[in-house]
């Protein structure tokens, strides 16, 4: 089924896209994407039977606008939801303005609407979600990220010597600042963590059945430990704590190929740690990347074991006078955008969601 303007065609995706697909990629963001990244994030995703794509056409069947989705699994209270994160979303710079953004919207609501597709969910920045709220999305709230700031921007304002002056000595107090709170948290005696370069699945389903949150979050299953982290643009690596040789948590620690001063803890298990775990995690992670610039952490860590280890909130000054916070935004895959299903109806509330990185297509 296809929706036809004078010169655009708003249609699925069809197997012959990809190489198009790519090079509009390329024009909209700068960068290039090969195959093996194209292929984990959609081809090969394991929640669906379908490249869930939308795609825009002009008269020479050239695609000019895509509008890609994340399938992930989502636990909604005692269910297992079929959830789209919108991602990747582009418009080709000479076709702007035409209104492909709000059709292929449109048509993708249409495709899912009453199907296998339960929820739209996502992370707009301020400049998309004007544009997702006009089409049915409701904002649900902030998530916050916690920053361990290992290095601050070496230039200040205009870079004058009395700007660059101020910002060494900042520099100096903040590694000052950081070393004091590492001598005062040391992690807990008896504890163990190991590393590891493959996921070791086992361990990690057994510590999500024993503890899965009761909020919404994303299903932890063997499809998910196997594929979510596969991605090609990132470098993963596996911890697990151990009491008496025991696993009591796992996390999943990544870095962005083309960003790798900022290391994420992407995924933890549980998504609430014990306190002293949460320590030996952190105190072990902080430990192994002291190049880093910045290490990232979900607000499910215990917030005050995160503000021992010099970790600072971005919806908090003073993080928050510098930086925009995440706003999730949620729509039910209804055609009618206030028609929310019983069973997805707790995904309105902000305190009914449990999100670390593992949520966001970016991670």
Not at 90 to 96: F, G, L, S, T
Not at 171 to 190: E, F, H, N
Request: aromatic letters at 10%.
């Amino acid at each position: 089924m296809t929706q036809r303007s004078t010169s655009y065609t708003i249609r699925e995706f069809e197997s012959g896209d990809r190489a198009s697909f790519r090079e509009l990629y390329e024009t909209v963001f700068g960068a290039e994407q090969g195959t093996e990244w194209f292929d984990w994030k959609y081809r090969e995703n394991p929640y669906v039977d379908h490249v869930p794509i939308i795609v825009a056409t002009n008269g020479h069947d050239r695609i000019v606008g895509a509008r890609p989705f994340l399938a992930l699994a989502l636990q909604v209270t005692a269910n297992r939801e079929l959830a789209l994160q919108p991602c990747d979303t582009m418009v080709h710079p000479d076709h702007r303005r035409q209104g492909l953004f709000t059709r292929m919207t449109a048509r993708a609501i249409e495709r899912y609407a009453d199907h296998e597709a339960a929820l739209f969910f996502n992370f707009p920045n301020w400049h998309s979600q004007g544009g997702y709220e006009k089409l049915g999305w409701k904002p649900i709230g902030h998530i916050a990220t916690r920053y361990r700031l290992h290095r601050l921007p070496r230039r200040v304002g205009n870079g004058s010597t009395a700007e660059r002056f101020g910002g060494a000595v900042v520099r100096t107090v903040q590694r000052a600042y950081l070393g004091i709170r590492d001598a005062l948290t040391k992690p807990p005696s008896g504890t163990t963590v190991s590393k590891h370069d493959q996921a070791p699945v086992d361990a990690l389903l057994t510590l999500y059945r024993d503890a899965a949150p009761d909020e919404i979050h994303v299903l932890r299953d063997e499809q998910f430990w196997n594929w979510r982290f596969d991605n090609p643009d990132w470098i993963y690596r596996y911890y697990l704590v151990h009491e008496s040789s025991e696993p009591v948590a796992g996390a999943v620690v990544g870095r962005k190929a083309t960003e790798p001063g900022h290391v994420r803890l992407t995924d933890v298990v549980p998504v609430t740690p014990a306190d002293d775990t949460t320590a030996a995690l952190l105190a072990t992670v902080i430990d192994d990347h002291p190049d880093a610039d910045a290490i990232l952490a979900p607000q499910t860590l215990p917030k005050h074991v995160c503000t021992a280890f010099g970790f600072l909130s971005d919806t908090r000054l003073p993080l928050s006078a510098v930086s925009s916070p995440t706003t999730l935004v949620a729509r039910p895959a209804t055609r009618e955008a206030d028609s929310w299903p019983a069973s997805v109806r707790p995904a309105q509330t902000l305190a009914n969601w449990s999100i670390t990185f593992a949520e966001q297509d970016t991670s």
